[in-house]
C-alpha cells in the first residue's frame, strides 16, 4: 500500500494510492501519525479499505508530507563509501548520528527556500525508514518487524552552516524546507528487496547523483538495530540512511551550490519522484 497525505499546508488529509489513482481516507484515518502506526493502522486501513468505497482525489492535488510531523527525524551520516570518499571524510566505523529538525519537514514538490545568508546549500537524495512500532534495544535480525515502510527523501544541508560555524552538523541540516519527503510511504510489501534500490538526483537536468542501497556502509536492520541502542524510536518516527556520491560538496574541480530558480529531481526504485525548486529567503 502506498501512504499519501494531500491538500494545502497545514490541512493534508490522508489518502492511499491505489493502480496510481489518489483516494481520500480520511473518513478511515484521522492522520499518519504516532497514534495510526502504532494501534496496528496499516493492517487496519487495508482491512476496511477493501469494503469501502472511496473518494477519489485528482492527481495533481498537492501532495504533504507523507506523514504527519514525527517525533524525531534522524539521519546516518557518510553512510556511503563513495560519498566519504568525495568530502575527504573517514570511513566510520560505526554510524555517524544527527538529527534534522522536525519543522524542515515540507511535501516532495514544495520549494526548497535557500536559508538567509547561505552560500552553500547543498542536495542528498536518501532512503528513509519509517518506524512502525516502538523500538528500544531492538535485535538485528527482528529489524525487519519495527518497520512500516520507506520514503523518498533529500536530505538538504548548507554546508557552511554544516562544517565552518563550529558544534554539530545540525546547523546545516534543520533549516525550514530542507526535508522534503514522499511523495509517498511505501509500505515494506511494496519493497521486494530494500538493499537492491536505485536511487539518483539531477540539478537542472543534469544527473549528478546515480547509486544504489546495495552500496550502503551499515544496512538497514543494522540501522534499526543500532539506533535503539541509544534512544527510544517511536511510530513513525523518520530514520533517513545516507547519500551516495555527487553531492555539490564533492563536485570536481570546484564545488558548486544550489542559486534562486535551479530545479532538483530526485527518485528511487518504488518510492517515486520529487521535484523542488529553490528560491531565496524573503522576510
Not at 520514503?151 to 545540525?170: T, V
Not at 509517498?184 to 537536468?205: C, F, M, P, R, S
Request: glycine share 10%; aromatic share 10%; charged share 25%.
Amino acid at each position: 500500500m502506498k501512504l499519501i497525505r494531500f491538500g494545502e499546508i497545514g490541512k493534508e488529509k490522508p489518502g492511499v494510492i491505489i493502480n496510481n489513482e489518489y483516494f481520500d481516507v480520511s473518513d478511515l484515518v484521522t492522520d499518519y501519525n504516532e497514534d495510526f502506526f502504532s494501534n496496528g493502522g496499516i493492517e487496519k486501513l487495508e482491512k476496511e479499505i477493501s469494503g469501502a468505497s472511496l473518494k477519489k482525489v485528482d492527481s495533481n492535488v498537492r501532495l504533504g508530507s507523507p506523514l504527519a510531523r514525527p517525533s524525531k527525524l534522524l539521519c546516518v551520516g557518510l553512510n556511503y563509501l563513495d560519498h566519504a570518499k568525495e568530502t575527504n571524510a573517514p570511513i566510520p566505523t560505526e554510524p555517524i548520528l544527527f538529527f534534522k529538525s522536525t519543522t524542515a519537514i515540507v511535501g516532495p514538490n514544495d520549494d526548497l527556500i535557500i536559508p538567509k545568508g547561505s552560500k552553500k546549500t547543498d542536495w542528498e537524495v536518501e532512503l528513509a525508514i519509517i518506524i512502525g512500532k516502538k523500538a528500544s534495544y531492538v535485535e538485528e535480525e527482528d529489524a525487519y518487524d519495527y518497520i512500516a515502510g520507506y520514503c523518498l527523501h533529500n536530505d538538504y544541508s548548507e554546508r557552511e552552516f554544516q562544517l565552518e560555524r563550529n558544534g554539530q552538523w545540525a546547523k546545516g541540516k534543520g533549516c525550514d524546507t530542507f526535508a522534503p519527503l514522499g511523495p509517498y510511504i511505501a509500505t515494506k510489501d511494496e519493497i521486494a528487496d530494500v538493499h537492491q534500490l536505485n536511487l539518483w538526483l539531477t540539478v537542472n537536468g543534469k544527473k549528478l547523483q546515480d547509486g544504489t542501497t546495495a552500496n550502503l556502509i551499515f544496512n538497514v536492520p543494522f540501522i534499526v538495530h543500532y539506533i535503539s541502542q541509544f534512544m527510544t524510536l517511536l511510530p513513525g518516527d523518520v530514520i533517513t540512511t545516507g547519500t551516495p556520491a555527487g553531492v555539490g560538496l564533492g563536485q570536481k574541480p570546484e564545488p558548486w551550490y544550489l542559486k534562486p530558480g535551479d530545479v532538483v529531481e530526485l527518485g528511487i526504485d518504488g518510492l517515486g519522484t520529487s521535484k523542488q525548486i529553490a528560491k531565496a529567503y524573503t522576510v
